[in-house]
């Protein structure tokens, strides 16, 4: 899969430098570089944007004890950015594209999916601190403890914005 994904990043370029080449000769490389630096300051300003959004999101579905889709979806804004701060036509549609919200919580939710299902068939492995972590119905929490009475007045107050 690692071969795949750099021979089609290598395409990619190849494409794009070929596109940027045909667009200088049409209007020149003044206008061209121009016209890949607009693009990638609007991009990178609304990458910005969104990402705050998302990182709302993050948060909350963390407290929630979720959190697969809204990482993804990070990880996507991530990679909008980077296509769109990289110079190219066809690398800034890309970026563009990942900025829409219903396209990129569609592949954020397929990349959860997957992910979800790799973890559950030992596929994938996730480590934390070096250590694997399994999936839920492997854990076994083997404790002795004792039950420790809470008092109203020792929490926080928390308010409901």
Known sequence: MGCAFLFALLLLIGFDIKLLAASAANIGWASTLLASAVSASIGLSLVRRAGFGVLGRLQESMLRGEGGATLS??????????????????TDGLGVL??????RGFLAGQIANAMGRGIQNGSVQMNIGGRPVRPPGNIVIDTTGEEIPIERAALPELSEE
């Open 73 to 90: 979806e990070g990880g996507l804004l991530l990679l909008a950015g980077f296509f769109l701060f990289a110079p190219g036509f066809i």
């Open 98 to 103: 990942l900025l829409i919200p219903p396209i």
